[in-house]
């Protein structure tokens, strides 16, 4: 199956500084991907849908300024977390869309994640 | 927009007992269901879904229905292992062509030996 990648797993950061999470898609080209937040015992919250060559977007309420996606290629997109604060602590997951497969192409295929830790 | 409720919030079962979550959805324009199967700090695996234009698919212990009319879809695990144990997302697609998913709300699943 399709093989998508995050990097860091883990990062531990100051307040006030920023991260840069990435997302890749190993096997295939990746039109379409999607940025999670999980907090502990919870759901996917969907934060953002991130074209290749066009402006990500946001779900409601996630502030597009303080979280930062790039999707510069196929397989690869970026969350950067500008400016973090504690409360920014969360794990952050990635997915991919793989086009392969025609018609049915809605499956996703999720990244490890990444624990992000602001102190 | 779409709205999926997942039940129950947790769920524990004996050994080689039957599982089965509930999920529903509001959104009639929803046409693809994926089930997800979460491991203690590891990423959510796609274990089986189902297309709109199906009423029920089954791989091994593993089997999904839907109930379009209802807008309703479960998930049921038979003969359960200790290994089943962790928690399980549904999702509902509101559209096909973004591949967008609406997750319910999860469910730990405890299976004891």
């Known amino acids: 199956g399709a093989v998508v990648s995050q990097h860091p797993s883990r990062v531990i950061c100051k307040s006030g500084t920023s991260v840069k999470i990435e997302c890749r898609s190993l096997d295939f080209q990746a039109t379409t991907m999607f940025w999670y937040r999980q907090f502990p015992k919870q759901s996917l919250m969907l934060m953002a849908t991130?074209?290749?060559?066009?402006?990500?977007?946001?779900e409601q309420g996630v502030e597009k300024d303080k979280f930062l996606i790039n999707h510069a290629s196929l397989t690869l997109s970026t969350l950067t977390v500008t400016s973090a604060h504690p409360e920014d602590s969360s794990f952050y997951i990635c997915?991919?869309?793989?086009?392969?497969?025609?018609?049915?192409?809605?499956?996703?295929?999720f990244g490890p994640g990444t624990r992000l830790t602001v102190l | 927009g779409e709205n999926v409720e997942q039940h129950p919030s947790t769920l524990s079962v004996q050994e080689g007992d039957s599982a089965v979550i509930k999920c529903t959805y509001s959104?009639?324009?929803?046409?693809?269901f994926p089930w997800y199967k979460q491991e203690l700090g590891k990423r959510p695996q796609l274990i089986i879904d189902?297309?709109?234009?199906?009423g029920e698919k089954k791989d091994q212990r593993i089997a999904v229905t839907l109930n379009k009319t209802a807008k309703h879809f479960s998930l049921h695990i038979t003969e359960t292992q200790p290994e089943d144990s962790a928690v399980y997302f549904c999702?509902?697609?509101?559209?096909?062509?973004?591949?967008?998913?609406?997750f319910g709300d999860g469910t730990t699943l405890t299976v004891k030996p």
């Open positions: 991130s074209n290749e060559g066009s402006k990500a977007t946001y």
């Open positions: 959104d009639s324009a929803s046409n693809y």
């Open positions: 189902i297309r709109s234009n199906v």
């Open positions: 997915s991919a869309r793989d086009p392969s497969g025609g018609a049915y192409t809605d499956t996703q295929y």
């Open positions: 999702a509902a697609s509101i559209d096909t062509n973004a591949g967008k998913s609406t």
